[in-house]
Every structure is written in C-alpha cells, then in structure tokens.
C-alpha cells in the first residue's frame, strides 16, 4: 500500500524562522514529487515538482530535496513570513499521474 | 492564462438527488484528473481522463460514481444518489500531457454537502 506521512502535523514557528517540512513514502518506486501549498478553504497551489532523477529543486525561498532509495522528501522554507501560513502537502506520483497524497504539515508563523 | 474552473463552487444536495460537477481544464492542457478530499482526510485520486477517454478510474468507488471528458466542454464528475459520506472536497487537476515532467495544476474544488 502506498501510503504518504508527513511530520509534523503542525508546527507554529516566529516570522523569519526557517521551516523545515518532513514526508515519506512507503514505495520508493516513484516517477516524480510535487509540494503543494493548501489555503483553508481553498484549492492546491503547486509549489516545485522533482523528478525521481532529481537530487533537489529551488524556487525563491523554497528548497526541496529527494532522497527516493529511502522515500523521503524535505521542504525548506527560508525566512518564513505570516503569508506563509498555511497546509503544505508533498504528493509522490507512482505512475500512470496518480498523485498520492499525505495530510500535510499545517504552519502557522507567527508575525 | 485562466486557471483550472470548476463550478458550482459550493453543491448542496438532499440524499437520493445527483451531483453533477464540472471542470474546465487550463488552456492547452488535455489531461484531467479528479480527486476527493473528505473532512480530516487526504487527498484521494479518483480518476484520469483524456478526452474521450477514461485512462485510469481505479480510485473511484464502484458504484453511483461517474466521470467524462467530452470532447467539447468540460469534465463531469457525476454522482448518482447521494448519500451523506459523500460530502467532501472534490478537486479537479489539469496537465498538459502525461509524464514525468509535468506538474498537475489544481482548481479550486467542489465542496458538496449531502443534507
């Protein structure tokens, strides 16, 4: 079964801290790993996708590593601002583009 | 370049009626993907459709569940008799073409309430 864990399930964190966000899969047989941000209430904003061929991938503030023989993957976030505020979910694609999702890390940063 | 659309964004039904749920793809994009989220839970695939085409519907539940992919118009994702486990999110992605490259971008989500 694959399934998707991320820890931890919240964190609270002071504005300008860096944010460091866990998640693991169960089958390292992935194609690729998108993270995505989740406002209440609202849709999925993609933020970075890595290929199963990647080691990592960088956006602006946000950093995201892969390490697929050991099913993990880590969001950095760097001098986190209130406007991050919100659920980030990691989603390993095992083929076929079927997304499984975890059930996120909720943040809160605090101004 | 509009967004992945889905509308009605808020869906109130008594059990026993339909929903139906629609879904506009990002311009350009062929490929459209459906996915629940019920309360406290992730998010769960439900089907992958092309157009015209199912290519892969081994997350949607046997039966009552239904989705299509015309080839003018949007995706539908209809559920027959509605029963109260079925409120929950309904999500709608979009990717240009199958593969590892692509990213699959997300709508802003059905929420149905079965009263």
């Known amino acids: 079964k694959q399934e998707v864990t991320q820890i931890p399930a919240a964190l609270s964190v002071p504005e300008g801290e860096n944010l460091v966000l866990n998640c693991s899969f169960t089958?390292?047989?992935?194609?690729?790993l998108q993270w995505f941000r989740q406002d209440p209430g609202k849709g999925l904003t993609s933020l970075l996708l890595?290929?199963?061929?990647?080691r990592e991938q960088t956006s602006g503030r946000l950093n995201a590593s892969l390490d697929k023989s050991s099913g993990r993957s880590t969001l950095y976030i760097a001098a986190s601002q209130p406007g991050d505020s919100a659920t980030y979910l990691c989603a390993p694609d095992y083929g076929n583009n079927r997304l499984a999702f975890g059930k996120g890390n909720q943040v809160v940063v605090i101004p | 370049n509009a967004g992945v659309m889905q509308n009605p964004r808020h869906l109130v039904r008594r059990r026993g009626q339909e929903a139906r749920l629609r879904c506009s793809p990002m311009?350009?994009?062929?490929?459209v993907y459906w996915y629940r989220q019920l309360p406290e839970e992730g998010l769960k695939f439900m089907v992958y459709l092309q157009k015209e085409n199912i290519i892969d519907e081994s997350g949607m539940p046997k039966e009552r569940f239904s989705a299509e992919f015309p080839k003018e118009g949007p995706s539908i994702l209809r559920i027959q008799q509605v029963v109260r486990g079925d409120s929950a999110a309904y999500f709608c992605a979009s990717s240009p073409a199958e593969g590892i490259r692509y990213e699959q971008y997300f709508g802003p989500g059905t929420r149905l309430t079965v009263t």
């Open positions: 089958d390292s047989a992935i194609y690729n």
């Open positions: 890595i290929q199963s061929s990647q």
């Open positions: 311009k350009g994009h062929s490929h």
